[in-house]
Every structure is written in structure tokens, then in C-alpha cells.
């Protein structure tokens, strides 16, 4: 399984950012594939996931209207977030749970693949 993530980069502070994801290397007919973030020091934290078997989104508590996450259906899925702060400085992973629903986002290290990540750095 392969899960490659682009967009990130510098962004200004009250900016915004799309990331995508595309996924390969797998046949699962539904699976949960999701964003995560990380920053120095803290601990890794779910973002937004989208569950491939009814299109339905989960979202943490604090990306809740300010992050939209989604599918095109061709195992590529993105993150956008508005109004970004300097707090939303991390690196930004994908990942993805085959066969499951997207009930383990507050459980960041609960997906079983993952991407290399993408920095996405506010000032």
C-alpha cells in the first residue's frame, strides 16, 4: 500500500491549504482513509477521515468548520482548512484503515498505513 501526500507549504496566517492524497497498491472495497497532523513536540492528532463505504466524515473537535475532507472515488482523497493560525504548523499525514469504519480519529495511531507526510508551515 502506498499513500502519497502533496500540497503542503509555507502559508500565510488566516491562509488556506488543500492537501491530497493518493492511495495504491490495494483492492479493499471500502476502508477509512483520513488526515492526521503532527508538530514538534506534540503528539500526533486526527484531522478529518472519510469512511469509502457511504461517503460519511468524521472530524475532530477543532477542524470542525475549518476542514473539509474529500473523495473523488479514485482512491485519492484531500484536506482542505481554512483560516489557518500558526498552531495548524505540523506535518500533515494520510493514512488509511482497510475494511473499517472512521471511528478510531481520536486514536490518531489507529490507521494502518500511512504516508511520508507533507509539512504545511503558518507564519
Known amino acids: 500500500v502506498q499513500l502519497v501526500e502533496s500540497g503542503g507549504g509555507s502559508v500565510q496566517t488566516g491562509g488556506s491549504l488543500r492537501l491530497s492524497c493518493a492511495a495504491s497498491?490495494?483492492?479493499?472495497?471500502?476502508?477509512?482513509m483520513g488526515w492526521t497532523r503532527q508538530s514538534p513536540g506534540k503528539q500526533r492528532e486526527g484531522i478529518a477521515a472519510?469512511?469509502?463505504?457511504?461517503?460519511?466524515t468524521t472530524y475532530a473537535e477543532f477542524a470542525e468548520g475549518r476542514a473539509t475532507i474529500s473523495s473523488d472515488n479514485a482512491k485519492k482523497v484531500y484536506l482542505q482548512m481554512i483560516d489557518l493560525e500558526p498552531e495548524d504548523t505540523a506535518k500533515y499525514y494520510c493514512?488509511?484503515?482497510?475494511?473499517?469504519?472512521?471511528?478510531?480519529?481520536?486514536?490518531?495511531?489507529?490507521?494502518?498505513?500511512w504516508g511520508q507526510g507533507t509539512q504545511v508551515t503558518v507564519s
Open positions: 493514512a488509511v484503515r482497510p475494511m473499517a469504519r472512521c471511528e478510531g480519529l481520536d486514536r490518531p495511531f489507529w490507521f494502518t498505513y
Open positions: 472519510l469512511y469509502t463505504g457511504d461517503g460519511s
Open positions: 497498491g490495494f483492492t479493499y472495497s471500502t476502508y477509512c
